[in-house]
């Protein structure tokens, strides 16, 4: 079975660079990216390439170079999945806010919809490939509403998690560790229609590395690698506040720990906390997934990598409050960096966000420079809080364009996202720009301590 056409539902941080990529690596295949987000897709099509809605290195110009080919951004849903062989679901799958699950369970709502679409709409037969993150036995579900309310058309279901991070999206597409693909291996259309699937990543990526799996297994490998990716940035940063106890350093320790090459050097940097619309909402899903299955132990355990980070980001903003002699009130914070991490201008989950409520509870006035996030994004993630009006927010964090600016005049400046240029400021102005004492906390291990110790600054940073 050869595919010619793909849609893929949702053009978001998933959707929009693993379509380009499939585009731009399989010149033969017609790839169309489609939303209901009408401003996502305008930005997707933006004459201006450096206009895309989603900032990734090197993903401008792939979009540039596909876009317009065999790379198409629509909003008419419908045509696009009657015209495909192969249509992708990427669309989110949020932590439910409401109903039982709430708070921990994957709401599914925007698959179901797009599940009723396709058997509404579809007058062919399809290859649906689960792209998003889902709780394990989904694609049972997918089958049920496809085959009971469709127009006789035959559906092949496959489980394709989609392994990116983001910051690194294009190269890891480009070369990752490994695709994974779970089909009906049992029967003769399931395996055909997961070599289909091998044969689109195969343009560029060794068959060796393309593993298959039952659907299951696939579906439930993608929240188990979420969960000990965090699992291992949790250990080490409970192991920070020890350090930051006993004279023990937190990067020392992961150096030493890290080169057992039965352990491994990745994921073991510590920072004022995970974030990122994943892990934590693929974690919480995990947990329900076990306690609904009544394996209370099983769900502890994982709950805990959870309850560890919310500490840690809490623990963070706490100690810059008790440092500057226990009071922040109408005290000037500076914030360097919103995004969740280093090039991104994704602030899904940020630690930046929780530490600068605690902040804000404590009546600190907060000033906030982030080289890719918007004043926008910014006061809309604080608002999503809930804890206090707009207003409140609009009046006590201003947003400036550079980190200069930023912190003159303020009591204290806090890294919150490693972003590459924060180590090349001009330190010494900003110390001179800043009232004494002048304090200078270190949320990710990014700025050399002695050189800033020498400055004059008291310097803080996590696990040291
Ligand atoms: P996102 O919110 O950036 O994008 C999802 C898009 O789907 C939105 O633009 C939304 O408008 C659109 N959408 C929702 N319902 C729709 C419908 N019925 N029809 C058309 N469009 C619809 O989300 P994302 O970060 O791309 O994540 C998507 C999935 O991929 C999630 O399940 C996530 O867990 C998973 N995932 C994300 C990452 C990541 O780095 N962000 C990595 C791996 C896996
Ligand atoms: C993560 C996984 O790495 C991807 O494989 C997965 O596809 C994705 O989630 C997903 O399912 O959404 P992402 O969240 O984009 O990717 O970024 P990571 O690099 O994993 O970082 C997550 C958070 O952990 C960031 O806040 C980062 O700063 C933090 N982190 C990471 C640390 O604090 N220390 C580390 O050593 C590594």
């Not at 309850?307 to 963070?316: E, L, S, T, V």
């Not at 204290?412 to 800043?434: C, G, P």
């Amino acid at each position: 079975m050869r595919i010619k056409n793909i849609c893929c539902i949702g053009a978001g941080y998933v959707g929009g660079p693993t379509m380009a990529v499939i585009a731009q690596k399989c010149p033969e295949i017609n790839v169309t990216v489609v939303d209901i987000n009408e401003n996502r897709i305008a930005a997707w099509n933006d004459e201006d390439v450096n206009n895309i809605p989603i900032y990734e290195p090197g993903l401008s110009n792939i979009v540039g170079e596909a876009r317009g080919r065999n790379l198409f951004f629509s909003t008419d849903v419908d045509a696009a999945i009657d015209n495909a062989d192969m249509i992708f679901i990427s669309v989110n799958t949020p932590t439910k806010t409401y109903g039982i699950g709430k708070g921990m369970a994957a709401d599914l709502k925007f698959i179901e919809l797009c599940a009723r679409q396709i058997a509404r709409v579809a007058t062919t037969d399809k290859i649906v490939v689960e792209k998003s993150t889902l709780p394990v036995r989904t694609a049972e579900a997918l089958r049920n509403i496809l085959d009971d309310t469709g127009n006789g058309v035959k559906y092949q279901i496959l489980s394709n998690p989609e392994f990116l991070a983001e910051g690194t999206a294009v190269d890891d597409l480009m070369d990752p560790d490994r695709v994974l693909i779970g089909g009906d291996m049992d029967t003769s259309e399931g395996a055909e229609a997961v070599e289909a699937l091998v044969n689109v990543y195969a343009h560029w990526i060794d068959r060796e590395r393309i593993l298959r799996t039952n659907v299951w297994s696939s579906e439930l490998s993608k929240l188990t690698a979420n969960a000990f990716l965090a699992q291992r940035v949790s250990s080490i940063n409970s192991l920070s506040e020890l350090c930051e106890k006993t004279g023990a350093d937190v990067n020392e320790v992961a150096k030493a720990v890290g080169m057992d090459s039965r352990i491994g050097p990745k994921f073991l940097q510590s920072s004022v906390g995970f974030g990122g619309s994943c892990f934590q909402k693929d974690i919480l899903n995990l947990v329900y997934i076990a306690k609904s299955y009544g394996l209370h132990e099983v769900a502890d355990y994982w709950e805990q990598v959870i309850i560890m980070n919310d500490h840690q980001k809490r623990r963070f903003a706490a100690n810059i409050v008790k440092t500057l002699f226990n009071t922040v009130s109408g005290k000037k914070i500076t914030v360097l960096g919103w995004a969740f991490k280093k090039d991104t201008n994704d602030t899904r989950e940020s630690a930046a966000i929780y530490v600068v409520d605690y902040l804000l509870n404590e009546q600190a006035e907060v000033v906030v420079y982030d080289p890719k996030v918007t004043a926008e994004q910014i006061y809309n993630d604080l608002e999503y809080l809930g804890n206090r009006s707009d207003g409140h927010n609009r009046s006590k964090v201003s947003v400036v364009g550079s980190a200069e600016q930023a912190c003159i005049d303020s009591h204290a400046v806090a890294v919150l996202t490693e972003w590459d240029e924060f180590k090349d400021l001009d330190w010494s102005s900003i110390y001179q720009n800043m009232l004494k004492p002048a304090f200078l906390f270190d949320g990710r291990r990014l700025l050399d301590k002695e050189e800033k110790v020498k400055l004059g600054f008291n310097f803080y940073a996590i696990g040291s």
